[in-house]
C-alpha cells in the first residue's frame, strides 16, 4: 500500500459526459502528479501540483483539468468524454516539488467510455 | 520525449540474477536516473534511483557507468513475483517543477 488514495477505482461512462477522479496523497506530500496509462501509448505524464499550484504541465488535453485544494487533495476533472480516452489514470504524490524524493503511485482509476 | 532506451523484454531463471540494461546518453549531469516497475496494471512501484554511484536496497542494486550514459539494474535473486514491466527513467526538472517521463520499459519474465 503505496498511501495514495485514488476513487473511483471503475468508471464506466458514455462519450460526451464529464468525470472527476479523485486522489489523496500520502500524508505529508504536498505534490502531487497525473499519469495517463492507455494501451498504445504508455504512461504519459499529465500534470503536477505542489501545494495547491500547477508546476509542470505534459500533454494534457484542453478538455482535462485538474487542481489541488488546500487539504492537497487532488482532482482530475475530464469533459466531453471521447473513446480513446479509455486509460488507467494514475496519481502519485511526493514530499518535495524537486530534490530526490520518490514518487509514490496509487492504484488507479480505470476510466471505460462507451 | 522518454530520455531512456530499454530492451523490450527479457527472460530470468527463478532464483537467478536479473541483469535490466538502460541507455541514457543525453542525461545531463544533474539529472537523476529511476528505476520503477509495474505488476499487470498496478500503479507503478519506486525501486531505487542515483545519480553517479552505484546504489543498492533491499529490493535491488543500480549499477551506472562512470561516463552515465548507461545502467544496469539488478535484481539480485528473481522470484515469480518479479515478472512485471520495469522502466527505467531520467527525472526531468524543469524551473518550478518536474516529471518522470516513462518510456516503453522492458518486460521482465521469470520462469521456474
Known amino acids: 500500500d503505496s498511501g495514495v488514495t485514488q476513487t473511483p477505482k471503475h468508471l464506466i461512462t458514455a462519450t460526451g459526459q464529464r468525470v472527476t477522479l479523485r486522489c489523496s496523497p500520502r500524508?505529508?506530500?504536498?505534490?502531487v502528479y497525473w499519469y495517463q496509462q492507455s494501451l498504445d501509448q504508455g504512461l504519459q505524464f499529465l500534470i503536477q501540483y505542489y501545494n495547491g499550484e500547477e508546476r509542470a504541465k505534459g500533454n494534457i488535453l484542453e478538455r482535462f483539468s485538474a487542481q489541488q485544494f488546500p487539504d492537497l487533495h487532488s482532482e482530475l476533472n475530464l469533459s466531453s468524454l471521447e473513446l480513446g480516452d479509455s486509460a488507467l489514470y494514475f496519481c502519485?504524490?511526493?514530499?518535495?516539488?524537486?530534490?530526490?524524493?520518490?514518487?509514490?503511485f496509487g492504484e488507479g482509476s480505470r476510466l471505460t467510455v462507451l | 520525449d522518454a530520455k531512456t532506451t530499454q530492451p523490450p523484454s527479457m527472460d530470468c531463471a527463478e532464483g537467478r540474477a536479473a541483469n535490466l540494461p538502460c541507455n541514457h546518453s543525453t542525461i545531463s549531469g544533474n539529472e537523476y536516473v529511476y528505476w520503477y516497475r509495474q505488476i499487470h496494471s498496478q500503479g507503478p512501484q519506486y525501486i531505487i534511483h542515483?545519480?553517479?554511484n552505484n546504489e543498492t536496497n533491499e529490493m535491488a542494486s543500480l549499477i551506472i557507468t562512470e561516463d552515465r550514459k548507461s545502467s544496469t539494474l539488478i535484481l539480485p535473486h528473481a522470484t515469480l513475483r518479479d515478472t512485471a514491466v520495469y522502466y527505467c527513467?531520467?527525472?526531468?526538472?524543469?524551473?518550478?517543477?518536474?516529471?518522470?517521463?516513462f518510456g516503453a520499459g522492458t518486460i521482465l519474465r521469470v520462469k521456474s
Open positions: 527513467i531520467v527525472r526531468v526538472d524543469g524551473e518550478y517543477g518536474n516529471k518522470l517521463v
Open positions: 542515483g545519480l553517479k
Open positions: 500524508s505529508g506530500d504536498l505534490s
Open positions: 502519485a504524490s511526493s514530499v518535495a516539488i524537486q530534490g530526490t524524493g520518490e514518487l509514490f
